[in-house]
């Protein structure tokens, strides 16, 4: 029976989307008749395809939330990601939930350069839970949709590869929030941690139905939003057994190396010896400052996932793709019939003074001008 004790703790998490087209229709109980793949898919914990567990690839997603800074991209994710492979001889992916405040826009384009998918996190990335509770649809879409526009011109990198969003603390905001992410045309969502499934865990699907995923933190959406994706926060358990979604919010974890990799491989097994849904390592970098031992287990970690042919650490985006068009291991070239893109990052970093509030910031960014003021909710290009 899992603990509750770590919903107390769900606030040092983290959130989620935007929108396209205003659903008016109260969703209904999923009719599977109806629903199918690649467009549609019911919740639940049967495989995609109904495939067998031990025939497809265990896919395995490592998220980072808040800012791109020089420091994360110089000591983590460049010696991290950069020279891993998987099986397919393919990059090994993170995606990056990122917030605007403190980014260095040149390392945000140079991360999406060699294959690293970039995902949203809001604009002002507001630390109180009452903010985003009484937020309106407008509210999130300049939260998003403005922080989609925001990245793609300051990065110069494509709108349309920014699909994924997490909402700041978890908070979802029942249709508020989905009715944003659907009007500013998003993929998918990432906010949404479960404990009622976890073992088996919960493989991602569509809000074209009504969902009966719990909703520990926020408000459950009631209307339908077709083919918008949900890729559930699986929790984990922490060693005295209370869940988190966060694995720097779990409050019981070990210190020690080789007892920090032990317990994540707890957590990994839960999927890898199940249902092989995918499994999330969602964290924040500040998790790697707070303990040395913490980068090493996770290091490590990906050592061992190297050594497990059926393994492969891809992107949300890259992930949903495999939900869509489930392939065994034998076939995935049908999924994936190419890497994910990488080319040589042309960014020419340009520092800009800027005035916010009272304060002084400098914003590392990538256009040849810089902008007239800060860039902010309801002015993302600082006009």
Not at 80 to 105: A, I, K, W
Request: charged share 15%; glycine share 4%; net charge negative.
């Amino acid at each position: 029976m899992f603990k509750f004790f770590a919903l107390l703790l769900a606030v040092s998490a983290i959130a989620l989307a935007a929108p396209n087209q205003k659903s008016t229709r109260e969703a209904s109980a999923c009719d599977t008749s109806a629903c199918s793949l690649p467009s549609c898919r019911c919740l639940g914990t049967d495989v995609p395809g109904g495939l067998d567990p031990s025939e497809i690839p265990q896919l395995v997603l490592l998220t980072f939330d808040d800012a791109i800074t020089a420091l994360n991209y110089d000591t983590y994710f460049e010696p991290l990601f950069f020279d891993r492979t998987n099986p397919d001889g393919c990059v090994v992916q993170s995606t990056h939930f990122m917030s605007h405040e403190y980014t260095d826009y040149s390392k945000v384009q140079q991360l999406h350069a060699h294959g690293q998918e970039i995902a949203l996190h809001s604009i002002t990335h507001e630390p109180y839970i009452d903010y985003w509770n009484n937020l309106d649809v407008e509210g999130y879409i300049g939260e998003f949709g403005g922080e989609r526009e925001l990245v793609a011109h300051f990065a110069n990198i494509p709108a349309e590869d920014i699909q994924g969003a997490r909402v700041p603390l978890l908070q979802l905001a029942g249709d508020t929030y989905f009715e944003a992410f659907d009007t500013a045309d998003l993929g998918y969502d990432c906010s949404w941690p479960t404990q009622s499934y976890m073992d088996p865990p919960l493989w991602p699907y569509t809000l074209d139905y009504l969902s009966n995923q719990d909703c520990p933190i926020g408000t459950c959406p009631k209307q339908s939003y077709p083919g918008r994706w949900i890729q559930p926060m699986v929790n984990w358990l922490d060693t005295s057994g209370y869940v988190c979604s966060m694995v720097d919010s779990c409050v019981f974890a070990p210190t020690e190396t080789s007892e920090i990799l032990e317990w994540i491989k707890t957590n990994f097994n839960r999927h890898y010896l199940s249902n092989r849904a995918p499994f999330g390592f969602y964290v924040h970098a500040a998790w790697f400052q707070r303990n040395a031992n913490n980068l090493e287990a996770y290091s490590q970690f990906l050592d061992y996932l190297a050594t497990l042919n059926d393994v492969y650490i891809v992107s949300v985006q890259r992930a949903l793709e495999w939900v869509k068009n489930p392939q065994p291991l034998s076939s995935l070239s049908n999924v994936w019939p190419s890497c994910p893109n990488t080319y040589t990052a042309t960014c020419n970093a340009r520092s800009c003074p800027l005035s916010k509030g009272a304060e002084l910031r400098y914003m590392m960014q990538c256009r040849n001008s810089c902008p007239n003021v800060y860039p902010w909710l309801h002015n993302p290009l600082g006009n």
